[in-house]
Structure formats: structure tokens, C-alpha cells
């Protein structure tokens, strides 16, 4: 913002000079010499609109400094040193004497000195200019200022700013006529440097802000460029009121006086534009703002990364051109209305969330459209992982609940009978050849509470402790010959033959412990599903770096349902052909112990053909 004047003032000894000799020739002779006369002011148009607006803005101009945050109070100073110079500029123009109107001078250079440098300021720290405070720069700021200030005061002594100052009476009223000196020029050229320099900073953090804040700039340039050209037209004669009154101070608070009640009113720079910015920076999200003829307006860096060519988006560019292959993105702004959706894009393995969000004014007028843009890959993956987490939690629940039922029930009942049976025999309700008669059912019910029991153990060991796996090379078959040796009398009792098809030696790298209660478990299952006169076939082989140790039999076979709910791990009892209990935790084990020891499990069944059950293990070296 620039002020200048060219008025030249004399010293405050010549002012003394004058006033003395006045009084000393109008002495009566004796006694004291009489009081000067009273300051003579004849108040004019142009005197009476300088005063009154001056106070008008410097009301406004304080109830800002103390309402509103530290950056608008620097704009609020510089209004107010503009109301010094307007108000006592006024009284200038309402003095009739030159020494009136030299001794108002210096109040107006309080203002007129200053309020450059209070411009300059107030841009570099409303633009977020970080080192505005040093003092380098507000020494190099404010220094010709006071200078100047310094030199209309003392002008008297050196002549350095009005060479001469004298009275002009042609016209309606007087005005104080004055010659430039050399130190004027200096303070034009700073004035000039310090408003054009605001403006470009101003300018050039702003010109590619969004409406808001590009508007805002646009008023605080006008409010400095439009008293500026009354005072250019000043320095250059073309208007130049009754030959020496400057208009310069009624554009500025004229400028001032609209620039203060929208501060006010309407909250003008409440939010200030670099801290919008730096919102905009920090967003996680892409952001793309579009006016109404659907172009950007203002975007966040982050937006780029969601477009195939970055490159493209930039103020001014359509939404057919970013996004002309992303047909879905295109259809959500036929909708009028805030959407959201899902998409992936054409270009990455990326998921995007898209939402746009229609700006209107009060009459609910399209203003234009804000698209949000958010990568929501890893959300989608981390759902995934809590919903499959959720179903392994209640999967292992239900498999609590039937842990305890199991002990409540199938453990109990078994263990109550034998204790039941001992009892009857000590007290002899029944006889030893009674309880002998009774023997090979209780052994029976005994081997299948044995095999529920180390099944319980086994799944609590897993599931509770959590469980080592100690990886051997063993040869599986004498595993497997074990295990038809401990489950030939289930096999028999139900007239079930098991036969061995493994001609060589296979090592396998597993738990032994864990194989070996995988095979207990699927041959067991064989023989409760199978019908006198069905045959299970125990086989082994190779295949590349795995053994296939498959447990095949002529019983019921599967039906689907059951077979998908073993391979999801899912636990489910079925009653045998002879109406034998199951627990449901057997397959549970069979399908972890496998999965724990880099196996896979292949089922194959036809419901009334039987079942295949195969075991892939990795080969020992």
C-alpha cells in the first residue's frame, strides 16, 4: 500500500518564530503579552467527509483488532494508520493558516509513514511467510518509515523532503502548496516497492487457489490498487482538485471503510487460505473440486495417485479427461445427488472408495462437486481377516461347547456304567459269569472312551496351549501297521477287514505322534461307516517330493455338505451303522494335524460307494 503527499513542512523553530512575532506585534505597550488567537477551523465538504469516515473506519478497524485472530489485525493496523492520515489531513483542509496546516502534517505522517510497511507485513504473514517476525526483516521494513517521519518533522532544518511550502487562496478554500524535495522521491519509490511487493506475494500463493480464497486476494489487491491509481493520477497532474488537494486518502478509506464491514459482516478471511491449504496437503484422501461445468477447481496432491495419468490433473482440466476410463466414476456425476461407491480402477490392484458430494448454495442452486477418493485395499484386506478371525473364534467356540458336552455326556456315561457294573458285581446283584458275559461290550465301549479321550487331550493340547509340531523322518509303514493291529478288534466285531497295499518303504518328514492320530482317527471312521463284509484298503505310494497315504473303503460314503464341512474345518457328529457315537472332533484334528505338518488332505466319496480319504506328506531326504 503506498502513501505519498507532497506537502513540505517547516521546522518546529520556524513555527515558533512566526507565532512569536505575531504576539509581539500585537502587545498593548504593558503588562504580559496577550495568548496567540485560537486555531481558526472552517470545516469544508471535503474536510468534514475525511473526518467523519476516518472515524468510521477506525472503529471498525479496532473492533477488528480485538475480535478477530492475530493475521487480520495486521490489516486492521494498516487501516488504522490510514484513518491518522485521513483524519488529520481533514483538519488540514479545515485550517485557514499556513502554520494550522503545517502543524497538522505531522500527525498525517504518523499514518502516512507507516502504513507501507504495515501492507508489506500483513501479506507476508497471511500468505504463512514463516520468518515474517525476524528482526531483519521488520527493521528493513519499518526504517525508511521512520526516516521519513523523521524528515517532514525536522524538514525545517534541511529541506530535504518540501524544498518549499506556501499558501494557495484561489481557491474556495485554502490549501497549503508545497515544491518536492529529493527525499520525497525516495519515499515514493518506497511506497510504491512496498505495495507492489505485497501484491505479488499475495498473487502468486494465490492464483491457483480455489474460488473462495482466489476472491479474497482479488479484494485485498483492488482495496490497496484502487486508492494507488487516485494517487498516481495525483503525482501526474491529472486530478488534481483546486491544484494541490489529494483525493488519495478518501479512495483509501472509502477502500477501507467496504473492506472492514465484510471482515466484519461476513467474515471475510476467517478461514485463512494457507491454512486451507495445508489441509488439503495433509489429507490422506484424494480431493477434486469441480465447479459446475464439471472443471477442476482446486485438488489435493494425493489425488494424482488415483489417476492412470497423473500429469493431467491440474486447475482447469475436465472430468472426461482424468477420468474418461473409469466409466463408473463418470456415471456417479449423472446423479445429483451424494454417492458413494466401490470400484477398482482400471490401472494397479488397488481398491478405491469414490464419493462425491454436490455443492449448493441457499436456493439449492448446483454450484459444482467434490469427489473423494480413498484406497481402501488394506481395509478390505483387514475385513477379510476380522471376518475370517470372527468365524475361526466361533467355529472354536462351538467346538468348546462341545468339548464340554462331550465330557458330560459321552465321557461320563461310559466311565458311570463301569463303576456302576464293578458295584453291582462287589454287592453281588450280578454274578462273575454275568460280569464275564458283559466283558467284551464294556472293552469295546472302553476302546472308543480311550480313543475319544486322546482325541479331547489332542484338541485341548492344540487349541488351548497351543502345540509344538517336531518334525522326524520316520517310515510310515510300520505306522500303519500299528494302527491295524490296535483297531483290528473294531474291525472284527463288525466283520470289516483291513488289508495293506505298501510294498516298499516310504520316509516321510512329520510329527510321528500327530500321523499317527490322523491314521487312528480315518481308519476308525472307516470301520464305523462300514458294513459286515466291506473291506478297507490301507495304501502308500510316491508322488514327486510327496507320499500319499490313502485310507480307502466300500462303506456309506459322504454326502457333499459334509465333505465341504470337513475341508472348511467345521465340526459335525454322524451316528455309525451300528449306532456308534462320534464327537465330531476326529476329521476336526485330522484336517489341523495335516494342515500343521505341510500336508493336504483329498476326500473322495459317493454317497452308498464308500470313501477315499488320502494324506499328502512331504518325503524324507
Given amino acids: 500500500m503506498c502513501i505519498f503527499f507532497q506537502y513540505q513542512i517547516v521546522s518546529e523553530l520556524e513555527i515558533f518564530t512566526v507565532i512569536l512575532a505575531d504576539n509581539r506585534s500585537k502587545q498593548k505597550g504593558k503588562g504580559s503579552p496577550r495568548r496567540p488567537k485560537s486555531m481558526d477551523l472552517s470545516f469544508n465538504a471535503f474536510s468534514v467527509s475525511l473526518i467523519i469516515s476516518s472515524l468510521a473506519v477506525m472503529g471498525i478497524s479496532a473492533s477488528i483488532a480485538f475480535r478477530l485472530d492475530t493475521t487480520t489485525r495486521w490489516i486492521a493496523m494498516t487501516m488504522f494508520f490510514i484513518t491518522v492520515w485521513g483524519f488529520f489531513y481533514g483538519l488540514e483542509l479545515a485550517s485557514s493558516t499556513l502554520k494550522d496546516m503545517l502543524l497538522w502534517i505531522n500527525f498525517e505522517y504518523i499514518g502516512i509513514s507507516f502504513a507501507p510497511a504495515l501492507w508489506l507485513i500483513f501479506t507476508l504473514k497471511y500468505t504463512g511467510y514463516r520468518n515474517w517476525a525476524k528482526p531483519p526483516v521488520l527493521i528493513g521494513s519499518f526504517t525508511i518509515p521512520a526516516i521519513t517521519l523523521l524528515m517532514v518533522i525536522s524538514n525545517g532544518l534541511h529541506g530535504l523532503y518540501y524544498e518549499k511550502t506556501f499558501l494557495v487562496l484561489d481557491g474556495p478554500f485554502p490549501v497549503m502548496g508545497m515544491e518536492k524535495g529529493p527525499y520525497y522521491i525516495i519515499h515514493v519509490i518506497y511506497s510504491y516497492a512496498a505495495f507492489l511487493l505485497g501484491t505479488i506475494i499475495l498473487w502468486r500463493r494465490f492464483e491457483k487457489a480455489d474460488p473462495l480464497f482466489k476472491n479474497q486476494t482479488k479484494l485485498l489487491i483492488a482495496a490497496g490498487a484502487f486508492p494507488i491509481i487516485f494517487n498516481l493520477f495525483y503525482q501526474t497532474g491529472v486530478i488534481k482538485p483546486f491544484g494541490y488537494v489529494d483525493l488519495t486518502p478518501f479512495a483509501f478509506l472509502f477502500t477501507y471503510l467496504v473492506l472492514g464491514i465484510a471482515i466484519l459482516r461476513y467474515g471475510l478471511f476467517s478461514i485463512k487460505p494457507i491454512a486451507q491449504g495445508k489441509i488439503m496437503e495433509a489429507l490422506t484422501k484424494g480431493v477434486l473440486v469441480f465447479n459446475s461445468s464439471n472443471k477442476v477447481v482446486d485438488f489435493n496432491p ?10 493431467k490433473i491440474r486447475i482447469g482440466a475436465t472430468l472426461e479427461s482424468i477420468f474418461w476410463k473409469e466409466k463408473a466414476i463418470l456415471e456417479l456425476f449423472n446423479s445429483f445427488e451424494q454417492k458413494s461407491i466401490v470400484h477398482k480402477p482400471s490401472f494397479g490392484d488397488t481398491t478405491i472408495r469414490v464419493e462425491i458430494i454436490p455443492i449448493r448454495d441457499n436456493e439449492m442452486d448446483d454450484l459444482g462437486n467434490i469427489l473423494l477418493i480413498d484406497d481402501i485395499t488394506e481395509e478390505i484386506k483387514t475385513n477379510q481377516q476380522l471376518q475370517k478371525q470372527k468365524e475361526d473364534l466361533q467355529q472354536l467356540n ?24 464293578v458295584h453291582m458285581t462287589q454287592t453281588g446283584l450280578i454274578s462273575q459269569k454275568e460280569f464275564l458275559e458283559m466283558m467284551p461290550e464294556v472293552s469295546k465301549n472302553m476302546e472308543q472312551v480311550a480313543i475319544l479321550l486322546e482325541n479331547l487331550l489332542a484338541w485341548a493340547s492344540s487349541q488351548i496351549r497351543g502345540e509344538q509340531v517336531d518334525i522326524q523322518q520316520f517310515d510310515i509303514l510300520p505306522l500303519v501297521k500299528q494302527q491295524k493291529k490296535l483297531l483290528n478288534r473294531l474291525a472284527e466285531d463288525k466283520k470289516v477287514k483291513i488289508e495293506i497295499d505298501i510294498e516298499e518303504s516310504i520316509r516321510v518328514s512329520a510329527d510321528r505322534n500327530m500321523i499317527d492320530l490322523v491314521l487312528r482317527n480315518l481308519i476308525t471312521n472307516a470301520i464305523k461307516f462300514s458294513r459286515a463284509g466291506d473291506r478297507i484298503l490301507l495304501g502308500a505310494s510316491r508322488e514327486k517330493y510327496q507320499a500319499k497315504i490313502c485310507i480307502k473303503d466300500s462303506g456309506v460314503g459322504i454326502s457333499r455338505e459334509n465333505i465341504q464341512k470337513i475341508q472348511q474345518g467345521e465340526s459335525f457328529t454322524t451316528r455309525g451303522l451300528n449306532n456308534e457315537n462320534g464327537t465330531g472332533l476326529g476329521l476336526v484334528l485330522v484336517r489341523e494335524y495335516i494342515f500343521k505338518n505341510n500336508g493336504k488332505l483329498e476326500i473322495e466319496s459317493e454317497e452308498g460307494n464308500g470313501s477315499t480319504f488320502c494324506v499328502y506328506l512331504p518325503l524324507a531326504d
Avoid: N, Q, W, Y
Fill in 302 to 311: 494425493t489425488a494424482r495417485a488415483f489417476c492412470s495419468e497423473p500429469k
Fill in 398 to 421: 462351538d467346538l468348546k461347547d462341545k468339548f464340554f458336552s462331550i465330557i458330560s455326556h459321552d465321557l461320563k456315561g461310559p466311565i458311570f456304567g463301569v463303576k456302576e457294573l
